[in-house]
């Protein structure tokens, strides 16, 4: 059984900082792209960082450049998203995402297609003015 499970959300200031972690266990193979999604109330998914099953290709959305590090230990189960320097507009529930990428890259530099596989159950993020 695949299982995604995040951890490390909560509540902070503007400007203050939070590592959110993604529990990766049960995937078939080590063919996946492992990611970052958010969605905040009445807004449309995001993805927000990606990196690449062979690790040569992390993304981030333009909003989070500069202030989001992407990371994930030497045995691939665990995946690590650093968020620095928050903003409000941070604000969001924050979803790990694991794509496949037998077909094509999931995630490169430019891009990212998330959820496609698999996903957790999410971890909020509230970040205060």
């Known amino acids: 059984e695949v299982q995604l499970v995040e951890s490390g959300g909560g509540l902070v200031q503007a400007g203050g900082s939070l590592r959110l972690s993604c529990a990766v266990s049960?995937?078939?193979?080590?063919?996946?792209?492992i990611g970052w999604f958010r969605q905040a109330p009445g807004k449309e998914r995001e993805g927000v960082s990606c990196?690449?099953?062979?690790?040569?290709?992390?993304y981030y959305t333009n909003s989070v450049k500069g202030r989001f590090t992407i990371s994930r230990d030497n045995d691939k189960s665990t995946v690590y998203l650093q968020m620095d320097s928050l903003r409000p507009e941070d604000t969001a529930v924050y979803y790990c995402?694991?794509?496949?990428?037998?077909?094509?890259?999931?995630?490169?530099?430019?891009?990212?297609?998330?959820?496609?596989?698999?996903w957790g159950k999410g971890t909020l993020v509230t970040v205060s003015s």
């Open positions: 995402s694991a794509d496949w990428e037998g077909y094509g890259s999931a995630c490169t530099g430019t891009q990212y297609h998330y959820g496609m596989d698999h």
């Open positions: 049960g995937l078939p193979s080590d063919n996946y792209a």
């Open positions: 990196i690449s099953s062979n690790d040569a290709a992390t």
